[in-house]
């Protein structure tokens, strides 16, 4: 007998995917920026290079050069003032829990690929009572290169046992759609703070989980077979320069 294939993947993003909380990210930005003078948008910076490491996020805005070391102090403040503004609003995106329950009895692995730190990762999975439902956790400290890069998504489908190519990524990010594709995988995006048209060329865009069913992923993973290129004038126009 041929040997069944395996088994389908599912691998999210955290912010602003699994929670809508891009806001206040970009709020605690524009609090680090005012504390040391800085005039950058927030909100318009993240639309670009949501989904990276916090110290690269910095890293741009700076004119001078920045020791590491500092960078790390800054993105710990600022990581101090997001929960401060988000711990009486941490929510789950609506229908993810229905969603992801609906995706293990239909067989699907699933997996969390994040840029966050573990007790950032805590914060929400814990917090939620989402834990139970990944088979795997990828975060900063478990890949060398972060997002746009592809190493997160490729760790998480390795420890998942799936193939790249049965691999679909939510994600609400540019820089995490081009991971995606680099990653030679699929991509459903969470449309919490792009417009549709924005992103490169996903499967489907979905506000939340009650506009998608497991049932609906399969048939898009039929209907689209090929995965996408990165998009070397989106690489270009959002990260080259870092």
């Given at each position: 007998?041929?040997?069944?294939?395996?088994?389908?993947?599912?691998?999210?993003?955290?912010?602003?995917?699994?929670?809508?909380?891009?806001?206040?990210?970009?709020?605690?930005?524009?609090?680090?920026?005012?504390?040391?003078?800085?005039?950058?948008?927030?909100?318009?910076?993240?639309k670009r290079l949501n989904g990276m490491p916090a110290t690269t996020v910095l890293k741009t805005v700076f004119r001078h050069p920045v020791p590491p070391k500092?960078?790390?102090?800054?993105?710990?403040?600022?990581?101090?003032?997001?929960?401060?503004?988000?711990?009486?609003?941490?929510?789950?995106?609506?229908?993810?829990?229905?969603?992801?329950?609906?995706?293990r009895a239909a067989g699907f692995r699933i997996a969390l690929g994040t840029g966050s730190a573990p007790e950032t990762i805590s914060y929400i999975l814990d917090h939620l009572n989402l834990r139970r439902f990944f088979?795997?956790?990828?975060?900063?400290?478990?890949?060398?290169?972060?997002?746009?890069?592809?190493?997160?998504?490729?760790?998480?489908?390795?420890k998942l046992g799936v193939p790249p190519e049965r691999c679909v990524v939510f994600e609400d990010a540019l820089l995490?759609?081009?991971?995606?594709?680099?990653?030679?995988?699929?991509?459903?995006?969470v449309s919490s703070g792009l417009r549709p048209e924005q992103f490169q060329a996903p499967l489907r865009v979905v506000k939340d989980f009650t506009e998608i069913?497991?049932?609906?992923?399969?048939?898009?993973?039929?209907?689209?077979p090929e995965t996408p290129k990165p998009s070397k004038e989106m690489a270009k126009r959002h990260y080259m320069k870092l």
């Amino acid at each position: 007998m041929p040997a069944s294939p395996p088994p389908y993947a599912l691998i999210f993003d955290m912010d602003g995917v699994l929670i809508d909380n891009t806001a206040y990210q970009a709020k605690a930005f524009q609090l680090l920026f005012r504390e040391h003078g800085l005039t950058t948008n927030a909100r318009q910076l993240l639309k670009r290079l949501n989904g990276m490491p916090a110290t690269t996020v910095l890293k741009t805005v700076f004119r001078h050069p920045v020791p590491p070391k500092q960078l790390e102090e800054y993105a710990a403040q600022r990581e101090f003032l997001y929960r401060v503004l988000y711990w009486d609003k941490r929510r789950e995106t609506p229908g993810l829990s229905g969603f992801l329950a609906a995706a293990r009895a239909a067989g699907f692995r699933i997996a969390l690929g994040t840029g966050s730190a573990p007790e950032t990762i805590s914060y929400i999975l814990d917090h939620l009572n989402l834990r139970r439902f990944f088979d795997v956790v990828v975060g900063k400290d478990d890949v060398k290169n972060g997002k746009p890069h592809a190493d997160t998504f490729r760790v998480a489908a390795h420890k998942l046992g799936v193939p790249p190519e049965r691999c679909v990524v939510f994600e609400d990010a540019l820089l995490g759609e081009q991971a995606a594709y680099r990653a030679g995988m699929r991509v459903v995006a969470v449309s919490s703070g792009l417009r549709p048209e924005q992103f490169q060329a996903p499967l489907r865009v979905v506000k939340d989980f009650t506009e998608i069913t497991p049932a609906q992923v399969r048939e898009l993973l039929a209907q689209h077979p090929e995965t996408p290129k990165p998009s070397k004038e989106m690489a270009k126009r959002h990260y080259m320069k870092l």
